[in-house]
Protein backbone atom coordinates (compact mmCIF):
# COMPACT_ATOMS: atom_id res chain seq x y z
CA UNK A 1 0.00 0.00 0.00
CA UNK A 2 1.72 3.38 -1.20
CA UNK A 3 -0.15 6.51 0.29
CA UNK A 4 3.13 8.76 -0.16
CA UNK A 5 1.80 12.57 -0.53
CA UNK A 6 -2.04 11.07 -0.57
CA UNK A 7 -4.09 11.23 1.90
CA UNK A 8 -5.20 8.20 3.38
CA UNK A 9 -8.62 6.44 1.80
CA UNK A 10 -10.81 4.99 4.42
CA UNK A 11 -13.98 2.91 3.99
CA UNK A 12 -17.12 3.56 6.66
CA UNK A 13 -19.21 0.48 6.45
CA UNK A 14 -22.44 0.61 7.97
CA UNK A 15 -26.00 0.55 7.35
CA UNK A 16 -27.47 3.18 9.57
CA UNK A 17 -27.12 5.97 6.84
CA UNK A 18 -27.29 8.74 9.43
CA UNK A 19 -24.24 7.36 11.22
CA UNK A 20 -22.35 6.52 8.32
CA UNK A 21 -22.74 10.34 6.95
CA UNK A 22 -21.35 11.38 10.43
CA UNK A 23 -18.72 9.29 10.16
CA UNK A 24 -17.69 10.56 7.24
CA UNK A 25 -17.78 13.99 8.08
CA UNK A 26 -15.63 14.05 11.02
CA UNK A 27 -12.76 11.73 9.46
CA UNK A 28 -13.16 14.10 6.30
CA UNK A 29 -12.35 16.72 8.59
CA UNK A 30 -9.81 15.11 9.95
CA UNK A 31 -7.56 15.10 6.92
CA UNK A 32 -8.89 11.58 5.16
CA UNK A 33 -10.72 11.01 2.44
CA UNK A 34 -13.89 8.52 3.09
CA UNK A 35 -15.84 6.59 1.35
CA UNK A 36 -18.91 4.70 2.47
CA UNK A 37 -20.72 1.28 1.90
CA UNK A 38 -23.90 0.02 3.73
CA UNK A 39 -24.00 -3.54 2.73
CA UNK A 40 -21.35 -6.33 2.65
CA UNK A 41 -21.10 -6.92 -1.50
CA UNK A 42 -20.78 -2.85 -1.62
CA UNK A 43 -17.71 -3.00 1.25
CA UNK A 44 -16.23 -6.04 -1.07
CA UNK A 45 -16.36 -3.97 -3.74
CA UNK A 46 -15.08 -0.65 -2.55
CA UNK A 47 -11.74 -2.51 -0.42
CA UNK A 48 -9.59 -2.55 -3.32
CA UNK A 49 -8.67 1.06 -3.05
CA UNK A 50 -9.19 1.57 0.67
CA UNK A 51 -5.79 2.05 3.42
CA UNK A 52 -7.89 1.29 6.07
CA UNK A 53 -12.21 -0.04 6.91
CA UNK A 54 -14.08 0.78 9.54
CA UNK A 55 -17.38 -1.93 9.78
CA UNK A 56 -19.90 -2.79 11.97
CA UNK A 57 -20.52 -5.77 13.22
CA UNK A 58 -23.73 -6.10 11.86
CA UNK A 59 -24.05 -6.07 7.68
CA UNK A 60 -26.75 -6.80 5.04
CA UNK A 61 -25.30 -8.61 2.86
CA UNK A 62 -26.62 -6.70 -0.12
CA UNK A 63 -28.98 -3.99 0.12
CA UNK A 64 -32.68 -5.20 1.62
CA UNK A 65 -31.13 -8.44 2.00
CA UNK A 66 -31.00 -10.14 5.43
CA UNK A 67 -28.42 -9.65 7.78
CA UNK A 68 -25.24 -10.94 7.29
CA UNK A 69 -22.19 -11.60 10.14
CA UNK A 70 -19.51 -8.57 10.16
CA UNK A 71 -16.73 -10.84 11.60
CA UNK A 72 -17.43 -12.99 7.90
CA UNK A 73 -16.29 -9.40 6.14
CA UNK A 74 -13.25 -8.78 8.02
CA UNK A 75 -12.06 -12.39 7.17
CA UNK A 76 -13.26 -11.56 3.52
CA UNK A 77 -11.51 -8.29 3.21
CA UNK A 78 -8.13 -10.16 5.03
CA UNK A 79 -8.19 -12.82 2.46
CA UNK A 80 -8.41 -9.67 -0.04
CA UNK A 81 -5.99 -8.16 1.30
CA UNK A 82 -3.64 -9.37 4.54
CA UNK A 83 -2.23 -6.07 4.74
CA UNK A 84 -5.17 -3.60 5.17
CA UNK A 85 -6.28 -2.48 8.75
CA UNK A 86 -9.77 -3.39 9.59
CA UNK A 87 -11.28 -1.71 12.91
CA UNK A 88 -14.79 -3.57 14.02
CA UNK A 89 -17.31 -1.36 15.90
CA UNK A 90 -20.73 -3.02 17.81
CA UNK A 91 -23.22 -2.42 19.97
CA UNK A 92 -23.09 -5.69 21.46
CA UNK A 93 -19.75 -5.68 22.61
CA UNK A 94 -18.10 -8.58 24.59
CA UNK A 95 -14.65 -10.12 25.22
CA UNK A 96 -15.71 -12.75 22.95
CA UNK A 97 -16.68 -10.57 19.97
CA UNK A 98 -13.43 -8.62 20.74
CA UNK A 99 -11.17 -11.81 20.40
CA UNK A 100 -13.09 -13.57 18.05
CA UNK A 101 -12.47 -9.83 15.73
CA UNK A 102 -8.89 -9.93 16.52
CA UNK A 103 -8.69 -13.70 15.51
CA UNK A 104 -9.82 -13.14 12.13
CA UNK A 105 -7.88 -10.32 11.22
CA UNK A 106 -8.95 -7.21 13.01
CA UNK A 107 -6.62 -4.55 14.03
CA UNK A 108 -8.83 -2.58 16.92
CA UNK A 109 -12.40 -2.96 17.89
CA UNK A 110 -14.80 -0.03 18.79
CA UNK A 111 -17.83 -0.71 21.10
CA UNK A 112 -21.03 1.60 20.05
CA UNK A 113 -21.81 4.23 21.31
CA UNK A 114 -18.16 5.91 20.88
CA UNK A 115 -16.94 9.30 20.21
CA UNK A 116 -16.03 10.84 16.90
CA UNK A 117 -13.19 11.90 18.43
CA UNK A 118 -12.14 8.54 19.60
CA UNK A 119 -12.59 6.90 16.63
CA UNK A 120 -10.28 9.48 14.86
CA UNK A 121 -7.58 8.37 17.70
CA UNK A 122 -8.42 4.67 16.91
CA UNK A 123 -8.14 5.12 12.74
CA UNK A 124 -4.81 7.44 13.45
CA UNK A 125 -3.16 4.86 15.39
CA UNK A 126 -4.11 2.01 13.35
CA UNK A 127 -2.79 3.97 10.82
CA UNK A 128 0.18 4.61 12.00
CA UNK A 129 0.70 0.99 13.58
CA UNK A 130 0.55 0.14 9.53
CA UNK A 131 3.16 2.69 8.70
CA UNK A 132 5.34 1.03 10.87
CA UNK A 133 4.62 -2.52 9.81
CA UNK A 134 5.47 -1.23 5.88
CA UNK A 135 8.59 0.71 6.69
CA UNK A 136 9.62 -2.66 9.04
CA UNK A 137 9.25 -4.85 5.71
CA UNK A 138 10.83 -2.10 3.28
CA UNK A 139 14.09 -2.03 5.95
CA UNK A 140 14.05 -5.58 6.37
CA UNK A 141 14.12 -5.86 2.25
CA UNK A 142 16.95 -3.12 1.98
CA UNK A 143 18.64 -5.24 4.54
CA UNK A 144 18.41 -8.60 2.80
CA UNK A 145 19.62 -6.60 -0.30
CA UNK A 146 22.82 -5.22 1.57
CA UNK A 147 23.81 -8.35 2.33
CA UNK A 148 22.97 -10.38 -0.42
CA UNK A 149 26.72 -11.70 -1.54
CA UNK A 150 25.61 -10.03 -4.86
CA UNK A 151 25.34 -6.75 -2.61
CA UNK A 152 29.05 -7.39 -1.71
CA UNK A 153 31.32 -5.75 -4.58
CA UNK A 154 34.40 -8.11 -5.41
CA UNK A 155 34.69 -9.78 -8.93
CA UNK A 156 38.44 -10.75 -8.26
CA UNK A 157 39.80 -14.42 -7.18
CA UNK A 158 40.61 -13.38 -4.04
CA UNK A 159 37.09 -12.12 -3.27
CA UNK A 160 35.34 -14.87 -4.46
CA UNK A 161 37.14 -17.19 -2.38
CA UNK A 162 35.99 -14.81 0.62
CA UNK A 163 32.32 -15.16 -0.78
CA UNK A 164 32.48 -18.72 -1.36
CA UNK A 165 33.81 -19.01 2.37
CA UNK A 166 30.50 -16.85 3.94
CA UNK A 167 28.43 -19.16 2.34
CA UNK A 168 30.16 -22.51 3.36
CA UNK A 169 30.34 -21.27 6.98
CA UNK A 170 26.76 -19.16 7.57
CA UNK A 171 24.75 -22.23 8.29
CA UNK A 172 26.47 -23.36 10.48
CA UNK A 173 27.12 -22.14 14.38
CA UNK A 174 31.18 -22.48 14.33
CA UNK A 175 32.52 -19.26 15.75
CA UNK A 176 34.49 -17.06 13.03
CA UNK A 177 37.53 -15.04 13.13
CA UNK A 178 37.96 -12.49 10.29
CA UNK A 179 41.17 -11.32 9.93
CA UNK A 180 42.60 -7.82 7.63
CA UNK A 181 43.39 -4.30 7.71
CA UNK A 182 41.13 -1.43 8.79
CA UNK A 183 38.79 -0.92 6.52
CA UNK A 184 38.84 -4.04 4.32
CA UNK A 185 35.16 -4.39 5.00
CA UNK A 186 35.03 -7.20 7.95
CA UNK A 187 31.30 -5.69 9.39
CA UNK A 188 30.29 -6.38 5.64
CA UNK A 189 31.16 -9.85 5.89
CA UNK A 190 30.37 -10.17 9.38
CA UNK A 191 26.50 -9.26 8.75
CA UNK A 192 26.47 -11.14 5.64
CA UNK A 193 27.59 -14.32 8.02
CA UNK A 194 24.99 -13.77 10.09
CA UNK A 195 22.17 -12.53 7.95
CA UNK A 196 22.60 -16.17 5.81
CA UNK A 197 22.72 -18.27 8.64
CA UNK A 198 19.80 -19.65 10.53
CA UNK A 199 19.54 -16.96 13.33
CA UNK A 200 18.87 -13.99 10.96
CA UNK A 201 15.71 -12.52 12.36
CA UNK A 202 17.62 -12.97 15.52
CA UNK A 203 19.70 -10.23 16.90
CA UNK A 204 22.87 -9.26 15.42
CA UNK A 205 25.63 -7.27 17.75
CA UNK A 206 28.24 -5.29 17.60
CA UNK A 207 30.72 -4.81 20.33
CA UNK A 208 33.51 -2.50 19.68
CA UNK A 209 36.22 -3.98 22.16
CA UNK A 210 38.44 -0.77 21.86
CA UNK A 211 36.12 1.57 22.19
CA UNK A 212 34.94 0.32 25.52
CA UNK A 213 37.05 1.37 28.61
CA UNK A 214 38.70 -1.47 30.38
CA UNK A 215 36.73 -0.72 33.59
CA UNK A 216 33.52 -1.14 31.89
CA UNK A 217 34.13 -3.65 29.30
CA UNK A 218 32.80 -6.59 31.93
CA UNK A 219 29.58 -4.63 33.36
CA UNK A 220 28.98 -4.05 29.18
CA UNK A 221 29.45 -7.47 28.01
CA UNK A 222 27.80 -9.83 30.55
CA UNK A 223 25.84 -7.21 32.05
CA UNK A 224 25.20 -6.63 36.35
CA UNK A 225 22.98 -6.86 39.51
CA UNK A 226 21.73 -4.10 41.24
CA UNK A 227 24.01 -2.52 43.77
CA UNK A 228 26.98 -4.60 42.03
CA UNK A 229 28.85 -1.14 41.74
CA UNK A 230 28.24 2.45 43.26
CA UNK A 231 25.40 3.59 40.70
CA UNK A 232 24.15 -0.24 39.50
CA UNK A 233 20.85 0.95 40.90
CA UNK A 234 19.03 -1.71 38.75
CA UNK A 235 20.36 -4.92 37.02
CA UNK A 236 21.06 -4.97 33.38
CA UNK A 237 21.50 -7.93 30.71
CA UNK A 238 25.14 -7.47 28.80
CA UNK A 239 26.10 -7.28 25.15
CA UNK A 240 25.66 -11.53 25.03
CA UNK A 241 22.48 -11.82 27.07
CA UNK A 242 21.09 -9.04 24.28
CA UNK A 243 22.37 -11.10 21.45
CA UNK A 244 20.69 -14.01 22.98
CA UNK A 245 19.61 -16.66 20.04
CA UNK A 246 21.57 -14.30 17.42
CA UNK A 247 25.32 -13.16 16.86
CA UNK A 248 27.90 -11.70 18.83
CA UNK A 249 30.47 -9.39 16.63
CA UNK A 250 33.72 -8.52 18.82
CA UNK A 251 35.51 -6.38 16.62
CA UNK A 252 39.29 -5.43 17.65
CA UNK A 253 39.20 -9.01 20.10
CA UNK A 254 43.00 -8.46 20.34
CA UNK A 255 41.96 -5.35 22.80
CA UNK A 256 39.96 -7.61 24.89
CA UNK A 257 41.53 -7.63 28.49
CA UNK A 258 43.40 -10.70 29.93
CA UNK A 259 40.47 -10.71 32.46
CA UNK A 260 37.81 -10.52 30.04
CA UNK A 261 39.40 -13.31 27.88
CA UNK A 262 39.02 -15.75 31.14
CA UNK A 263 34.79 -15.13 30.81
CA UNK A 264 35.09 -15.05 27.10
CA UNK A 265 36.56 -18.18 26.93
CA UNK A 266 33.60 -19.94 29.06
CA UNK A 267 31.20 -18.46 26.63
CA UNK A 268 32.48 -20.38 24.00
CA UNK A 269 32.86 -23.86 25.92
CA UNK A 270 30.08 -23.80 28.23
CA UNK A 271 27.68 -21.13 26.55
CA UNK A 272 26.68 -19.70 29.91
CA UNK A 273 28.10 -16.54 32.18
CA UNK A 274 27.77 -14.90 35.29
CA UNK A 275 26.54 -11.07 35.76
CA UNK A 276 28.98 -8.44 37.49
CA UNK A 277 28.07 -9.06 41.22
CA UNK A 278 25.97 -12.23 41.01
CA UNK A 279 26.69 -16.00 41.51
CA UNK A 280 24.14 -16.78 39.21
CA UNK A 281 24.81 -18.71 36.03
CA UNK A 282 22.78 -17.97 33.17
CA UNK A 283 22.20 -19.97 29.81
CA UNK A 284 22.98 -18.20 26.58
CA UNK A 285 23.17 -19.19 23.20
CA UNK A 286 25.17 -16.92 20.43
CA UNK A 287 27.40 -17.61 17.47
CA UNK A 288 30.25 -15.36 17.83
CA UNK A 289 32.32 -13.69 14.79
CA UNK A 290 35.81 -12.20 16.35
CA UNK A 291 37.79 -9.93 13.73
CA UNK A 292 40.99 -8.21 14.43
CA UNK A 293 43.41 -6.38 12.36
CA UNK A 294 46.80 -7.42 14.40
CA UNK A 295 48.49 -10.45 14.71
CA UNK A 296 47.16 -12.99 17.33
CA UNK A 297 50.05 -15.28 17.15
CA UNK A 298 52.51 -12.23 17.85
CA UNK A 299 50.68 -11.43 20.65
CA UNK A 300 49.98 -14.71 22.00
CA UNK A 301 53.97 -15.02 21.56
CA UNK A 302 54.21 -12.10 23.94
CA UNK A 303 52.14 -13.77 26.20
CA UNK A 304 48.71 -11.06 25.91
CA UNK A 305 46.21 -12.95 24.21
CA UNK A 306 45.52 -16.74 25.80
CA UNK A 307 46.50 -19.68 23.75
CA UNK A 308 43.17 -21.40 24.38
CA UNK A 309 40.70 -18.79 23.27
CA UNK A 310 42.82 -18.15 20.45
CA UNK A 311 42.24 -21.38 19.22
CA UNK A 312 38.40 -21.29 20.24
CA UNK A 313 38.41 -18.17 18.10
CA UNK A 314 39.94 -19.45 15.05
CA UNK A 315 37.91 -22.52 14.19
CA UNK A 316 37.16 -20.59 10.80
CA UNK A 317 39.67 -18.04 9.96
CA UNK A 318 39.00 -15.76 6.76
CA UNK A 319 41.01 -13.51 5.96
CA UNK A 320 40.22 -10.59 3.85
CA UNK A 321 43.15 -9.11 1.63
CA UNK A 322 43.57 -5.24 1.47
CA UNK A 323 42.31 -3.31 -1.40
CA UNK A 324 45.94 -2.96 -2.90
CA UNK A 325 45.95 -6.78 -3.40
CA UNK A 326 42.93 -6.97 -5.51
CA UNK A 327 42.97 -3.79 -7.57
CA UNK A 328 40.48 -4.82 -9.98
CA UNK A 329 37.78 -4.68 -7.30
CA UNK A 330 38.65 -0.78 -6.92
CA UNK A 331 36.57 -0.14 -10.83
CA UNK A 332 33.32 -1.90 -9.89
CA UNK A 333 33.61 -0.71 -5.90
CA UNK A 334 34.43 2.90 -7.04
CA UNK A 335 31.15 2.65 -9.46
CA UNK A 336 29.03 1.50 -6.20
CA UNK A 337 30.22 4.35 -4.23
CA UNK A 338 29.96 6.96 -6.78
CA UNK A 339 25.72 5.75 -7.52
CA UNK A 340 25.42 5.48 -3.49
CA UNK A 341 26.45 8.58 -2.68
CA UNK A 342 25.35 10.35 -5.49
CA UNK A 343 21.85 9.68 -4.45
CA UNK A 344 22.39 10.39 -0.54
CA UNK A 345 24.02 13.73 -1.71
CA UNK A 346 21.74 14.66 -4.40
CA UNK A 347 24.46 14.97 -7.01
CA UNK A 348 24.03 15.01 -10.68
CA UNK A 349 27.53 13.07 -11.04
CA UNK A 350 26.78 10.18 -13.03
CA UNK A 351 30.06 8.10 -14.62
CA UNK A 352 34.23 8.20 -13.75
CA UNK A 353 36.66 9.60 -16.99
CA UNK A 354 38.69 6.94 -17.17
CA UNK A 355 42.00 8.98 -16.38
CA UNK A 356 40.18 9.63 -12.90
CA UNK A 357 39.50 5.60 -12.77
CA UNK A 358 43.25 5.37 -13.47
CA UNK A 359 43.84 7.59 -10.47
CA UNK A 360 42.04 5.09 -8.13
CA UNK A 361 43.59 2.13 -9.49
CA UNK A 362 47.28 3.57 -8.82
CA UNK A 363 46.45 4.44 -5.12
CA UNK A 364 48.04 2.10 -2.60
CA UNK A 365 44.87 2.39 -0.34
CA UNK A 366 45.85 2.12 3.13
CA UNK A 367 42.78 2.90 4.45
CA UNK A 368 41.49 0.33 2.00
CA UNK A 369 37.71 0.41 1.31
CA UNK A 370 36.86 2.92 3.91
CA UNK A 371 39.13 5.04 2.47
CA UNK A 372 37.98 4.62 -1.15
CA UNK A 373 34.32 5.29 -0.06
CA UNK A 374 35.47 8.15 1.68
CA UNK A 375 37.38 9.64 -1.50
CA UNK A 376 35.04 9.41 -3.78
CA UNK A 377 31.95 11.20 -1.62
CA UNK A 378 34.57 14.30 -1.39
CA UNK A 379 35.15 13.76 -5.13
CA UNK A 380 31.17 13.91 -5.62
CA UNK A 381 30.98 17.34 -3.44
CA UNK A 382 33.69 19.17 -5.12
CA UNK A 383 32.63 17.80 -8.88
CA UNK A 384 30.89 20.61 -11.14
CA UNK A 385 29.83 18.89 -13.78
CA UNK A 386 28.23 15.00 -14.55
CA UNK A 387 31.50 13.04 -14.35
CA UNK A 388 34.60 13.11 -12.06
CA UNK A 389 37.42 14.25 -13.28
CA UNK A 390 41.31 13.48 -11.97
CA UNK A 391 41.35 17.11 -10.45
CA UNK A 392 38.00 16.08 -8.03
CA UNK A 393 39.80 13.10 -7.15
CA UNK A 394 41.53 14.31 -3.77
CA UNK A 395 44.54 11.49 -2.99
CA UNK A 396 47.40 11.59 -0.40
CA UNK A 397 50.23 11.14 -2.10
CA UNK A 398 52.86 11.22 0.62
CA UNK A 399 55.48 8.98 0.35
CA UNK A 400 55.26 5.67 2.47
CA UNK A 401 57.59 5.62 5.27
CA UNK A 402 59.97 2.84 5.15
CA UNK A 403 61.01 0.82 8.39
CA UNK A 404 63.98 2.76 8.52
CA UNK A 405 62.27 5.92 8.52
CA UNK A 406 59.81 4.89 11.12
CA UNK A 407 63.01 3.72 13.48
CA UNK A 408 64.33 7.43 13.16
CA UNK A 409 66.51 5.85 10.57
CA UNK A 410 67.59 6.65 7.21
CA UNK A 411 68.29 4.38 4.23
CA UNK A 412 71.87 3.01 4.45
CA UNK A 413 71.88 4.27 8.34
CA UNK A 414 73.03 2.31 11.06
CA UNK A 415 70.39 -0.55 12.23
CA UNK A 416 70.85 1.39 15.52
CA UNK A 417 72.56 4.47 16.68
CA UNK A 418 75.86 4.14 17.84
CA UNK A 419 75.48 3.49 21.99
CA UNK A 420 71.90 3.47 22.02
CA UNK A 421 70.41 -0.43 22.84
CA UNK A 422 67.22 -2.02 21.20
CA UNK A 423 65.55 -1.55 24.60
CA UNK A 424 66.19 2.02 24.70
CA UNK A 425 65.29 2.58 21.23
CA UNK A 426 61.85 0.88 21.85
CA UNK A 427 61.10 2.74 25.00
CA UNK A 428 62.05 6.08 22.63
CA UNK A 429 59.71 4.70 20.16
CA UNK A 430 56.72 3.77 22.96
CA UNK A 431 57.14 7.29 24.63
CA UNK A 432 56.91 9.05 21.17
CA UNK A 433 53.85 6.89 20.32
CA UNK A 434 52.00 8.28 23.61
CA UNK A 435 52.98 11.46 22.96
CA UNK A 436 51.49 11.75 19.85
CA UNK A 437 48.37 9.84 21.03
CA UNK A 438 48.09 12.49 24.13
CA UNK A 439 48.35 9.76 26.21
CA UNK A 440 45.79 7.49 25.07
CA UNK A 441 47.12 3.74 25.02
CA UNK A 442 44.63 2.10 22.29
CA UNK A 443 45.66 4.83 20.13
CA UNK A 444 49.10 4.70 20.61
CA UNK A 445 49.44 1.19 20.63
CA UNK A 446 47.58 1.29 16.87
CA UNK A 447 50.31 4.07 16.07
CA UNK A 448 52.82 0.85 16.98
CA UNK A 449 51.23 -1.78 15.17
CA UNK A 450 50.60 -2.92 18.44
CA UNK A 451 47.30 -4.64 20.37
CA UNK A 452 46.26 -2.52 23.50
CA UNK A 453 47.05 -5.42 25.83
CA UNK A 454 51.07 -5.70 24.02
CA UNK A 455 51.55 -2.30 24.75
CA UNK A 456 50.32 -2.71 28.36
CA UNK A 457 52.71 -5.03 28.59
CA UNK A 458 55.54 -3.52 27.51
CA UNK A 459 55.14 -0.39 29.64
CA UNK A 460 54.66 -2.28 32.34
CA UNK A 461 58.25 -4.17 31.39
CA UNK A 462 59.63 -0.37 31.28
CA UNK A 463 58.01 0.42 34.32
CA UNK A 464 56.28 3.37 32.57
CA UNK A 465 52.86 2.03 33.76
Not at 68 to 93: E, K, S
Not at 277 to 300: E, F, H, M, W, Y
Not at 357 to 365: A, C, F, P, Q
Request: with cysteine.
Amino acid sequence: MIRASMKPRILVVEDEEKLRRVMALHLEDAGYEVETAGDVTTALRLADRANLVVTDIRLPAASGAALADGLDLVAALQRQNAQLPVIVMTAYGSVEIAVEAMKRGAADFLTKPFTLDHLVTVVRKALEVQDLREENVRLREELGHRYKFDSIVGNSPKMQEILAAVARVAPTRSTVLLCGESGVGKDMIARAIHHHSPRAAMPFVKINCTAIPETLMESELFGYEKGAFTGAAAARAGKFEQADGGTVFLDEIGDVPAAIQVKLLRVLQERELERLGSNKTRAVDVRVIAATNVDLRRALEEGNFREDLYYRLNVFPITIPPLRERREDIPPLAEYFLHKCAAELGSAVTRIAPEAMRKLVDYEWSGNVRELENVIERALVLATGDELQPEDIRLDFAPRRSVAAVNGLTEGAEFLAEGVTLDEHETTLIREALRRANGNKSQAARLLGLTRNALRYRLSQMGLE
